[in-house]
């Protein structure tokens, strides 16, 4: 595997920001906790940005952003800051953080988080959130403008199950072994506007698309579209949801770097004028459930030629896609190590099931030890335990 560490990119590359949600559990038991106001108040007491901290839609859940970055490098040290923060805090809260997307031990039912836009997502689906105990991480990629932002989602839709294989990290869910290998996409497929979405066409399609769904009852508001990639809502960016919670700081920068690399290669097309790809609903569906069930370990399915292709080959042909564009932003060398890592010691959700295997406290200890685990290649980007965290300066952008 190659030492060179996550790229400061050169001047022009599109900007990034990094949302990651965490599970907040007992330390022993490894039950859900609805600690998450105790954890921020402990952030915020420590010097933490309350800005880069939040609650999400229960108690036992709490998010991390990162500010605008430049370049996966910076990206990296950030994500490890949040993390370390969010760990020290929720440990003087009597609790653990745990980077898994789904809660892997069962607990009584935690209470919903306060807010009146919470309340109204509750009122909406009543028992398809009430215990909607699952975890991204979202990648927030800087464009020009919201048509730029369509066209861009529209040419990224066939890599999305691909992005999902590589990032799976939920095999078990309250107690149980699901045998899939990304459980928190079935939990999420509960919910109307998620999954592949559809060809926009525009910005005016995009927006009578949500409007239609939030018109049918099915969304509360233009914020809640689940969809694997969308235009985000609030900011000048693509915004990916495809990917569980990251075990460690380096999927979650893996995840950051071709995502990145995907809008700019799909910019590309958009300014050649080369179309879409357009697939049926059902291979859409298929395809993600595909990566689901197996993450990197089974058949995917090729959405261009709608036929089951091993996942690896599907990934490989996601790194020869973005090579030119990983290449132009000094990634190349340390995604393709990135990746070659993931085959060799396994996803996230391969390595729950192994420790697993052994026991509760196993699974706890692999968790935990997997979300400080220094940076591949970047040992200055993850101070070891004991030094304060870098301070970075809030930025101004696309904040995700």
Not at 105 to 119: D, Y
Not at 166 to 174: A, E, F, G, T
Not at 206 to 221: F, I, M, P, Q, S
Request: charged share 20%.
């Amino acid at each position: 595997m190659t030492t060179a560490g996550p790229a400061a990119a050169p001047a022009g590359s599109p900007t990034l920001g990094v949302e990651e949600e965490f599970l907040l559990v007992d330390p022993e038991t490894g039950r859900p906790c609805g600690k998450a106001a105790q954890v921020l108040e402990r952030v915020r007491q420590a010097g933490g940005d309350p800005d880069r901290f939040q609650r999400e839609l229960l108690t036992s859940q709490v998010e991390s952003t990162t500010a605008v970055c430049e370049d996966t490098a910076e990206a990296a040290g950030q994500l490890w800051d949040n993390r370390r923060a969010l760990a020290e805090a929720a440990r003087s809260a009597g609790v653990a953080l745990l980077p898994s997307a789904t809660a892997p031990f069962p607990g009584e039912r935690v209470p919903l988080s306060e807010g009146a836009r919470f309340r109204r997502i509750h009122s909406a689906h009543r028992e398809a959130v009430a215990d909607y105990q699952v975890c991204g991480c979202h990648i927030h990629v800087g464009v020009p403008d919201a048509e730029t932002a369509v066209q861009i989602v529209d040419r990224v839709r066939p890599w999305l199950p691909t992005l999902l294989a590589l990032s799976v990290n939920s095999p078990y869910h309250l107690g149980r072994d699901t045998g899939f290998a990304s459980w928190r996409l079935l939990e999420q497929a509960r919910l109307p506007g998620s999954g592949i979405p559809p060809l926009f066409g525009s910005a005016a399609g995009h927006r009578e698309e949500v409007a239609r769904l939030t018109a049918y009852g099915c969304l509360v508001d233009e914020r809640m579209s689940f969809w694997l990639v969308r235009p985000s809502p609030r900011w000048p960016t693509v915004e990916f949801r495809v990917a569980d919670t990251a075990a460690s700081v380096d999927e979650a920068v893996l995840q950051a770097a071709l995502a990145r690399a995907l809008v700019t290669t799909a910019h590309a097309a958009v300014l050649e004028g080369r179309p879409p790809a357009e697939f049926g609903n059902q291979t859409a569906a298929a395809a993600v459930w595909a990566a689901a069930r197996h993450g990197l370990r089974g058949a995917g399915v090729d959405p261009w030629a709608a036929r089951p292709v091993p996942a690896q080959e599907l990934a490989q042909r996601l790194l020869a896609e973005v090579d030119q564009a990983l290449r132009a932003s000094g990634d190349q060398k340390w995604v393709a190590g990135a990746v070659e890592g993931l085959l060799d010691r396994g996803t996230g959700a391969e390595r729950q099931l192994r420790a697993g295997a052994r026991g509760r406290q196993a699974l706890l200890t692999q968790l935990t030890r997997d979300l400080l685990r220094p940076v591949t290649g970047a040992p200055a980007i993850a101070a070891p335990p004991g030094t304060a965290p870098v301070r970075h300066p809030r930025s101004k952008g696309n904040r995700s």
